[in-house]
């Protein structure tokens, strides 16, 4: 037997292939990477010394050249395949799996000349031609299955006032100011108001609609404090000044509403309960109505009474039929299309004007709120995004549940908008009736944002809430 160093340079686990050096048989890999032989047509005590760590390093490969490792890697990646992975030769030839344009593939490679003998699809991704439209739209990837959040954008900030100033909207001192962080990375922009009314008549849990602030409710606020009661409110995970999911901070988007409910008992917990003086209520407005109708079991023990602004529980009968919006929604994240834009685009609610908008008749706060909504100024957000659209309807569909809407126990107070043209009142009326403690007013000529309305539309909804919650009145 001769020994001969049959081992290449950065490839510890070549093994030799039949075809290579033809002349020696009965080759054995050691444990030092060597090999025992004997040659064929030689006497038992002869000798050789082979030497091949420099096969496979040359430029190009002959026939009798097997390719190291690092060879076969490397014509992988010119070959526009990306993330290589579990590379190994067995039986002769060497294997590979790769992320390829269809999706994950495992590869046969000859070792001889790099050429691929056999694919196999392995897990294929379904993405791949809607990848190309965004492209071609010079879309941004977000990634198309749920559950996965993208690279995560905090909003520039400050650690002394968490609040912008703003012309013409004054606001009152918070007691508390600051951010907290959920379990998943959101950094949540939140503020607790006191009143020195004594004594405090409890606290108010005000919940924003899609594409809100704290600023935005700062008159809201100025009239709950003033009416004796202490309020604690927040900015939900990818608007305001929260984190925002993407870089381009202007698109709205949301995986699953479940996430607002970690916000809410997130801020809830950590920021107003420590802060603030039992009993709780619930103020929310649109979405934030749906989100506290989601996680109304849970609050049971901590909320006495909910007053809905304009609930978010179906879209308007105006546009195409929610089924259709939202079939196409889900067909738009299932093709990685979940951050494309649904509506007018990253301008928001800037792109509105007085005469035509749906959300309030009252010329002066129109213009405040599009003064601080402007997305270009880091508060606002664009229109509705297609993943954001597809949450929404798994959450209306949730809160319709029969189950879910009998183990609503709160008292419930839905104030809708008689000129209703962004939310659906007919699905508010409908969810009045089928919950045990739910009770419906309307409010004629009104549009959606009801604390943002005119004075004779405004009075009329602090009255309904005056007369629901205990203490109300000023």
């Not at 299309?337 to 007085?354: S, V």
């Not at 045990?436 to 909804?461: K, N, P, V, W």
Request: charged fraction near 25%.
């Amino acid at each position: 037997m001769v020994s001969g160093n049959f081992r290449f340079k950065g490839c510890a686990q070549w093994r030799r292939p039949p075809h290579l050096f033809p002349r020696l048989t009965g080759h054995e890999r050691q444990m030092n990477g060597r090999f025992r032989a004997r040659p064929i047509h030689a006497p038992p005590a002869a000798s050789a010394q082979i030497d091949i760590q420099t096969v496979g390093h040359r430029r190009h490969y002959g026939e009798r050249h097997a390719m190291p490792r690092r060879a076969v890697v490397r014509s992988l990646y010119r070959r526009g395949y990306r993330d290589v992975h579990r590379v190994h030769f067995r039986n002769g030839y060497w294997r590979a799996r790769a992320l390829g344009r269809r999706g994950v593939v495992a590869l046969k490679i000859d070792p001889r000349n790099g050429h691929i003998v056999r694919r196999r699809l392995l897990q294929p991704v379904y993405h791949a031609p809607a990848r190309r439209l965004r492209i071609f739209f010079d879309l941004v990837r977000t990634g198309p299955y749920q559950g996965r959040i993208a690279n995560l954008q905090p909003n520039p900030r400050s650690d002394v006032n968490v609040l912008v100033p703003f012309d013409g909207n004054p606001c009152p001192e918070p007691y508390r100011q600051g951010f907290t962080r959920t379990d998943d990375g959101f950094d949540l922009r939140f503020a607790v108001f006191r009143t020195d009314i004594a004594p405090c008549k409890g606290t108010i849990v005000l919940l924003h609609g899609r594409n809100e602030c704290i600023e935005k409710y700062a008159e809201t606020i100025a009239g709950l404090v003033g009416r004796g009661f202490d309020v604690g409110t927040f900015d939900w995970r990818g608007q305001g000044r929260s984190t925002r999911f993407f870089r381009d901070a202007r698109r709205g988007y949301v995986d699953d509403f479940s996430q607002y409910a970690t916000d809410l008992d997130q801020v809830f917990s950590t920021a107003i309960l420590p802060e603030t003086r039992p009993p709780f209520f619930t103020l929310a407005h649109s979405m934030g109505a749906l989100i506290a109708l989601l996680t109304a079991p849970m609050m049971a023990n901590r909320i006495e009474r909910m007053v809905m602004s304009a609930p978010f529980l179906g879209l308007s009968e105006e546009g195409p039929p929610p089924g259709f919006l939202s079939v196409a929604a889900g067909a738009m994240c299932y093709c990685g299309l979940g951050r494309t834009y649904i509506g007018a685009g990253p301008r928001g609610i800037t792109a509105l004007r007085l005469e035509t908008n749906k959300l309030t008749s009252d010329a002066a706060r129109f213009a405040r709120n599009k003064a601080i909504l402007d997305p270009d100024r880091g508060l606002g957000l664009g229109a509705i995004t297609a993943g954001w659209l597809r949450a929404a309807a798994r959450a209306i569909a949730a809160v319709h549940d029969p189950a879910h809407m009998a183990s609503i126990r709160i008292p419930v107070l839905l104030v809708a908008a008689g000129a209703e043209r962004v939310v659906s009142s007919t699905a508010a009326e409908a969810y009045a009736r089928r919950i045990r403690a739910g009770s419906l007013i309307t409010i004629a000529g009104a549009r959606h944002e009801l604390m943002q309305e005119a004075d004779r539309y405004r009075d009329q909804f602090f009255a309904a809430f005056d007369a629901f919650v205990p203490g109300g009145g000023a």
